[in-house]
């Protein structure tokens, strides 16, 4: 059964959940909408065929998860993103999705600064939404990922409208087709946490970055990605968001590979949780120096533009934290 949010105000709420079938297709709102519209007899109204629209709705909760099943591998993760490259071209990723339009792209590009005539790598490109914005700002800019699907999606859009981007398939822990000390600006946006060796991932770009050259990853919060985490309701039946109690998360420091499977339209998606300490300690190890850190907020724009109910969650814990390196020069010790 479907289940999709329309916006109209009724009684304390400003919209309402419309149900269809999937078996007759048929539409109907949910009970409360019903009876605010003095529709007569909800037992007449709701009563249908076997099979039809069937009970009234009880919403999922943001957060749906489960541990992998077996020790997830890098193929793993590419063949996720290899099915969802469709969806994730067609669907959200020009500009990006919810997450990072309205919540991580100030700090993320904040962070990145000017971009004129410099070198960048997107390190987990996609499908080069985020190459594209850079290169339009007049950046050189090389785009790596894994998934070949995604990658075969970008050189469409590069063929469509010529930037100048150069795009491989490759993971970001062994990037072979970059020099060392060939890039001024490295950024990954949300990729991180999608890589089982994220150490050599950011061993990686630090070898590829000048002296003084700025890398910025920006990450899935890992103090509420680990599980089973979810909304808890005191009234577990309801399906509107803003009436969560709290947010719940468990065993955070157990370092586990995740499969996330309540993104709408998205094949599951695997991820793995680690604790914070561990990327602040890989980028310490590989040599980087910290300059930044964000854990961003909504923005003005977000909550303009987004229903109460997703501003109402998105304003209740950070989603994800954003840092700032810096590959520092090296210093020379007198004797």
């Not at 980087?288 to 987004?306: A, Y």
């Amino acid at each position: 059964m479907r289940v999709d949010t329309v916006s109209d105000r009724f009684w304390s709420w400003d919209y309402y959940f419309v149900l269809t079938s999937p078996w007759t297709g048929r539409q109907q709102p949910g009970l409360d909408r019903q009876e605010f519209e003095r529709r007569g007899s909800l037992i007449s109204q709701v009563s249908a065929p076997a099979n039809d629209c069937g009970p009234p709705f009880v919403g999922t909760v943001m957060g749906g998860q489960a541990p992998a099943a077996t020790p997830l591998t890098a193929s793993d993760v590419e063949n996720a993103w290899n099915r969802n490259a469709d969806v994730w071209d067609q669907g959200i990723a020009e500009k990006g999705d919810e997450t990072r339009i309205y919540i991580t792209d100030c700090s993320v590009f904040a962070f990145i600064g000017n971009v004129a005539g410099k070198d960048i790598v997107d390190l987990g490109c996609g499908n080069g939404y985020l190459s594209r914005t850079l290169a339009r700002s007049s950046a050189r800019v090389t785009g790596v990922d894994q998934s070949g699907a995604m990658i075969e999606r970008a050189l469409c859009h590069e063929a469509t409208e010529p930037l100048g981007i150069v795009y491989h398939k490759c993971s970001i822990t062994q990037l072979q087709p970059l020099a060392s000390e060939s890039i001024d600006i490295a950024v990954s946006n949300f990729v991180l946490q999608d890589v089982g060796d994220y150490s050599k991932a950011v061993s990686e770009a630090y070898r590829i970055l000048r002296t003084g050259g700025t890398a910025v990853f920006a990450i899935t919060h890992p103090c509420f990605s680990c599980g089973p985490r979810r909304w808890v309701f005191d009234a577990e039946d309801t399906p509107r968001q803003e009436e969560a109690a709290h947010f719940a998360v468990d065993h955070y420091f157990e370092e586990t590979a995740y499969i996330m499977d309540d993104w709408p339209g998205f094949d599951p998606v695997p991820y793995f949780h680690r604790p914070l300490e561990n990327y602040w300690r890989a980028f310490k190890d590989a040599g980087f120096e910290v300059m930044d850190f964000s854990e961003p907020r909504l923005s003005t724009r977000g909550r303009t533009e987004l229903p109460v109910r997703a501003v109402s969650q998105y304003s209740r814990i950070p989603l994800a934290c954003v840092f700032k390196l810096r590959k520092p020069p090296f210093v020379h010790l007198s004797t």
